[in-house]
């Protein structure tokens, strides 16, 4: 009786795992297609969407405007490809390794609580050239920023060769505090602080640059937002670090072209 229990748990198990239902493993390949089928722009549903239109084009506008390996785009003889754009992506030499993927930056999100996260780090890190993990976070208590760096994940970026830019997040403790945000964009001598201990992070850890990654903000207007992103970009260019930030896609209140 007991091999026979056995023996039909081991079929049980097999079918299970051979259709996919084991509960700690995620069907990505099902999930990955499911994604790219509601990311597809020229699906009928979004034929009408005003933000789409304006700013669905990213595909197309890296496969003609991104250098390729041969140093030329498209269609044009062999020549230094950074003169072509009028905003290069190279922030300056460090940036070069970029340029050996067709589509330029070819970069993924890592977090340090999905265990998944840091599997999926070791499969696909030969595929990237940067890599944007959750590491540096704002404090609601102090209005400052402190660091929660995997020194696993960590190992594994450097090891490959790969650029580290860390999100920078209003994430505390499980909430995302608007109110911190708006307090220190509200406040120079907050914003300020915040730049420069960012610098000084940025420095010490060798990162290329900075993410922005601010949710759940409390703002009634886009000013304060906006100048915060301009002065952040400005100072760290100045000193050859890369911003980006992200945004909330088909929502009005973000002033898309400012930012």
């Known amino acids: 009786?007991?091999?026979?229990?056995?023996?039909?748990?081991?079929?049980?198990?097999?079918?299970?795992?051979?259709?996919?239902?084991?509960?700690?493993?995620?069907?990505?390949?099902?999930?990955?297609?499911?994604?790219?089928?509601?990311?597809?722009?020229?699906?009928?549903?979004?034929?009408?969407?005003?933000?789409?239109?304006?700013?669905?084009?990213?595909?197309?506008?890296?496969?003609?405007?991104?250098?390729?390996?041969?140093?030329?785009?498209?269609?044009?003889?062999?020549?230094?490809?950074?003169?072509?754009?009028?905003?290069?992506?190279?922030?300056?030499t460090s940036f070069q390794s970029f340029t050996k993927f067709p589509s330029g930056i070819r970069a993924a999100f890592y977090v340090d609580w999905d265990a998944q996260s840091f599997l999926s780090l070791q499969e696909y890190i030969s595929k990237m050239n940067l890599v944007i993990p959750e590491w540096i976070f704002i404090d609601p208590t102090a209005d400052t920023i402190f660091t929660t760096i995997d020194d696993r994940a960590w190992k594994v970026m450097k090891n490959a060769g790969v650029k580290i830019m860390p999100i920078l997040s209003n994430n505390y403790k499980e909430v995302f505090r608007g109110d911190a945000v708006h307090r220190i964009i509200n406040d120079p001598k907050k914003k300020q602080r915040l730049?420069?201990?960012?610098?000084?992070?940025?420095?010490?850890?060798?990162?290329?640059?900075?993410?922005?990654?601010?949710?759940?903000?409390?703002?009634?207007?886009?000013?304060?937002?906006?100048?915060?992103?301009?002065?952040?970009?400005?100072?760290?260019?100045?000193?050859?670090?890369?911003v980006t930030q992200d945004v909330i896609p088909f929502n009005e209140d973000y002033n898309f072209k400012e930012l």
Not at 27 to 53: C, G
Not at 67 to 74: E, L, M, R
């Open 195 to 242: 730049i420069d201990d960012l610098i000084r992070i940025l420095q010490k850890n060798d990162f290329v640059g900075v993410n922005v990654d601010f949710e759940e903000l409390v703002e009634t207007k886009n000013e304060h937002l906006v100048q915060f992103q301009r002065d952040l970009y400005n100072q760290l260019h100045a000193k050859h670090f890369l």
């Open 1 to 92: 009786m007991i091999v026979l229990v056995l023996i039909l748990g081991v079929v049980i198990f097999s079918i299970a795992v051979n259709r996919g239902y084991t509960p700690d493993l995620p069907r990505i390949k099902e999930q990955s297609q499911l994604y790219k089928k509601v990311l597809d722009t020229n699906r009928i549903l979004f034929k009408n969407n005003n933000l789409l239109q304006q700013y669905g084009g990213f595909r197309k506008y890296i496969n003609e405007k991104v250098p390729y390996k041969s140093g030329a785009f498209p269609g044009q003889a062999r020549k230094d490809p950074y003169k072509s754009l009028a905003h290069p992506f190279r922030l300056d």
